[in-house]
């Protein structure tokens, strides 16, 4: 563990774990491959229920809390409807619903496009940063007790299945 309470995973165990279960993937038996999703999955699965819980305990629906990360997490701070739509994988015509319900409760601000009046960005309010911040808050110690009780071959197993998903390797590209 590091200073901080972090574990520290070699970078080179990892990316060996990442292609043996890549490699995994092109046998017959499977259960490598599968034993890094199961762990991933389990990892993601008890996160996410304790942000969910705690959005909930908030007074906030978990589908508008993730609206609101999406939109407050966004490079600029801000979004359209659609990207809103893209980002939290729901129909456009859902997703205007849920802008609309956040407007209703002063969590979100909109505004016009300067150079295209049809488009609307949508921004989180002072009091929705703060209601985000909250949660966060909450969370954290949830999320650092669950993840102390993980072994360090299951936080490399599913480290390796997250990278394998975001298309990401540690090796160095040789050079030509």
Same mark, same amino acid.
């Given at each position: 563990?590091?200073? +901080?309470?972090? @574990?520290?995973?070699?970078?080179?165990? &990892?990316?060996?774990?990442?292609? @043996?279960?890549?490699?995994?993937?092109?046998?017959? +038996?499977? !259960?490598? =491959?599968?034993?890094? #999703?199961?762990?991933?999955?389990?990892?993601l699965r008890k996160i996410f229920r304790m942000v969910e819980e705690e959005a909930k305990r908030a007074g906030?629906?978990?589908?508008? !809390?993730?609206?609101?990360?999406?939109? =407050?997490?966004?490079?600029?701070?801000?979004?359209? #409807?659609?990207?809103?739509?893209?980002?939290?994988?729901?129909?456009?015509?859902?997703?205007?619903?849920?802008?609309? $319900?956040?407007?209703?409760?002063?969590?979100?601000?909109?505004? %016009? +496009?300067? &150079?295209? $009046? %049809?488009?609307?960005?949508?921004?989180?309010?002072?009091?929705?940063?703060? &209601?985000?911040?909250?949660?966060?808050?909450?969370?954290?110690? !949830?999320?650092? =007790?669950?993840?102390?009780?993980?072994?360090?071959?299951?936080?490399?197993?599913?480290? $390796?299945?997250?990278?394998? =998903?975001?298309? #990401? $390797?540690?090796?160095?590209?040789?050079?030509?």
């Open positions: 563990m590091g200073r +901080d309470g972090m @574990r520290i995973i070699d970078a080179a165990r &990892l990316e060996r774990g990442r292609e @043996r279960a890549v490699n995994a993937r092109e046998r017959e +038996d499977r !259960h490598l =491959y599968f034993y890094g #999703v199961a762990e991933a999955r389990y990892l906030i629906d978990p589908l508008a !809390h993730q609206a609101l990360i999406q939109i =407050y997490g966004s490079e600029t701070g801000s979004l359209r #409807v659609k990207e809103v739509a893209e980002r939290l994988d729901i129909t456009p015509a859902f997703a205007s619903n849920l802008i609309k $319900s956040l407007a209703a409760k002063r969590l979100i601000a909109r505004t %016009r +496009d300067r &150079l295209d $009046s %049809r488009v609307i960005w949508i921004r989180a309010t002072k009091e929705a940063r703060a &209601l985000l911040h909250r949660v966060d808050e909450q969370v954290q110690a !949830h999320v650092d =007790y669950f993840t102390r009780s993980l072994t360090a071959q299951q936080a490399e197993v599913a480290l $390796s299945i997250l990278m394998f =998903y975001a298309g #990401v $390797s540690l090796k160095r590209r040789r050079r030509v």
